[in-house]
């Protein structure tokens, strides 16, 4: 008993030592995910109210991620040439001067260069923030850092949508705010004694032979992209099309990300007990559920509209955890790395389409428009799944990896996930190995 308390105290001096070595980074990230939460948000509610056309918001929504996944392909470029302080202080600087631009110029095309700049720069900011965590972690405390991350990370985003309600989205305030939090994420990162870890830029696996080793992967996390991206990005624009107003909308957002939040774990866990394909499948068939009912209006909107808002949420985010953990189901340790990486492109690209083509739905069919799109998009996938079943054996659960929980930040994530070790461990085992028949007589 005594040698278990003792390992139990060890345990957690550890967990302590842990977590304070990456504080000053966690609340860089937290900054900067609380400030592109409430500008999301806020930059739909006031492109409504600056009547913009409903396509052009969509473009101004769609410009973030065009612009994250060309700093996805190029920051590591930049980190390498002129390290990861520089490049943190330059994008930060960038991001929060593009935050205040959009008080100034308030315009479409302003608006899009601006929000493509913005996205450009999260892409850097996570991937500085990323990889200093990854040379943090150890095999010991990397589940923990992983996930204290992504706590962190979707809390903040959460609590963005809260701050919605600290000012009117007519006038600057909160583009000042927005401005000054991400100036702040600055400083933790700058003065952080944390070692800059060294940083090569992330290989990557060609589409087509991620296509050839699992297609639902490809399929699937293109639809998530598109599903996610949509909804994340249009969800203030169709809450305020509903008429509600700003605390409310700042209400319908923050529960949308807590939906996400919520429902991760217990999705990922079901997938752990069974092919994930059908996990996969179910949630995009709930996808087509809840958009019916919301698109056609079967329950009243006080309170369900919050209630499916929500639902949605909780169905939409999960997906590209659920479609990347299968399939890595399908990949050698050493595949994991790249397949993330292109995988995350290809969430980038459906999360360009999403807002452009939920845009175009709105301003087609008004409101209900973009659950009639999300309708149609989980169709669509949950057609694809399902028929890919029928092609394909399930992977023997016993032989899956567990579910881990991610989100779509940079490649350098898939580093920190707790399996990437096990490529480590591989080249390791192999490297001892080579020693062992060099040094025999």
Not at 43 to 67: K, W
Not at 245 to 270: K, N, S
Not at 344 to 371: D, N, R, S
């Amino acid at each position: 008993m005594c040698h278990d308390f003792t390992e139990a105290k060890q345990t957690i001096m550890t967990l302590r030592a842990t977590l304070i070595g990456i504080a000053a980074l966690l609340l860089g990230a937290g900054a900067l995910n609380l400030g592109m939460g409430l500008q999301a948000s806020l930059l739909g509610v006031r492109a409504g109210i600056e009547d913009f056309p409903t396509l052009l918001i969509g473009l101004v929504m769609s410009a973030y991620y065009a612009g994250f996944v060309a700093g996805s392909i190029y920051a590591p470029k930049v980190v390498a040439r002129v390290g990861h302080i520089r490049t943190f202080s330059a994008f930060a600087s960038t991001a929060s001067a593009a935050a205040i631009c959009h008080a100034v110029f308030v315009d479409p095309i302003s608006w899009i260069v601006f929000r493509a700049m913005t996205g450009f720069c999260m892409a850097a900011l996570c991937l500085v923030t990323e990889s200093w965590l990854n040379a943090r972690a150890t095999n010991v405390n990397r589940g923990t850092v992983i996930s204290v991350y992504f706590v962190v990370t979707l809390s903040a985003t959460a609590g963005g949508q809260t701050a919605l309600m600290l000012a009117p989205p007519s006038g600057y305030n909160l583009f000042v705010f927005v401005s000054v939090i991400i100036s702040m994420a600055l400083v933790p990162i700058a003065l952080t004694s944390t070692p800059s870890p060294a940083l090569s830029p992330p290989s990557r696996m060609g589409i087509k032979q991620l296509y050839g080793t699992s297609p639902v992967g490809v399929v699937g996390c293109l639809f998530a992209g598109i599903i996610s991206g949509g909804y994340w990005s249009l969800g203030a624009v169709f809450a305020q099309a509903k008429g509600l107003p700003a605390d409310q909308i700042a209400v319908f957002m923050t529960l949308l990300v807590t939906g996400g939040v919520i429902t991760q774990w217990p999705l990922g866990r079901l997938s752990d007990l069974m092919d994930r394909r059908i996990v996969v499948g179910f949630v995009a068939l709930l996808v087509v559920v809840t958009g019916i009912v919301v698109s056609l209006g079967l329950l009243p909107d006080d309170p369900w509209l919050y209630v499916m808002g929500a639902a949605m949420g909780g169905l939409a985010l999960p997906l590209y955890g659920l479609v990347l953990a299968h399939t890595n189901d399908h990949l050698e340790p050493e595949d994991f790395v790249p397949a993330g990486a292109t995988m995350l492109v290809l969430y980038g690209i459906g999360a360009v389409i999403g807002p452009l083509a939920g845009t175009a739905a709105m301003g087609a069919l008004g409101p209900a428009g973009l659950f009639m799109f999300l309708t149609l998009m989980g169709a669509l996938l949950a057609l694809f799944t399902f028929y890919r079943m029928t092609r394909r054996a399930g992977v023997d659960m016993e032989e899956a990896d567990d579910f881990v929980m991610v989100t779509n930040t940079t490649a350098m994530a898939y580093e920190l996930d707790p399996r990437s070790e096990e490529e480590d461990e591989a080249a390791h085992n192999s490297d001892e190995d080579a020693v062992q028949i060099a040094d025999r007589p």
